[in-house]
């Protein structure tokens, strides 16, 4: 099992920045991948970052650019560095976790950006 606290969300300003993390209950060394997902109201849940044990990461075009991740496997923490932040960015941010082949969510975190 692996429990995932999700942080730093809140209400920021366009073209301001953001970090969100999410703190795992035991170690990410073995977790094959990790990402951050985010669902705006009305919409589906879309990847938007994600970083895999090796350190290779993928991101969603909307947010290329803009947004970083990394993973600190001394602290069983993923970051998501958000810069630049538009009001479409709007949505609940979610960590993921991939071990094998159960995926494991955590509860989610705000994040509003005003225009």
């Known amino acids: 099992q692996v429990q995932l606290v999700e942080s730093g969300g809140g209400l920021v300003q366009a073209g301001g920045s953001l970090r969100l993390s999410c703190a795992a209950s035991?170690?990410?060394?073995?977790?094959?991948?990790m990402a951050w997902y985010r669902q705006a109201p009305g919409k589906q849940r879309e990847l938007v970052a994600g970083?895999?044990?090796?350190?290779?990461?993928n991101f969603a075009d909307s947010v290329k650019g803009r947004f970083t991740i990394s993973r600190d496997n001394a602290k069983n923490t993923v970051y998501l560095q958000m810069n630049n932040l538009k009001p479409e960015d709007t949505a609940v941010y979610y960590c993921?976790?991939?071990?094998?082949?159960?995926?494991?969510w955590g509860q989610g975190t705000q994040v509003t950006v005003s225009s």
């Open positions: 993921n976790a991939l071990r094998g082949v159960t995926s494991y």
């Open positions: 035991r170690s990410i060394f073995d977790i094959n991948a």
């Open positions: 970083i895999t044990r090796g350190g290779n990461t």
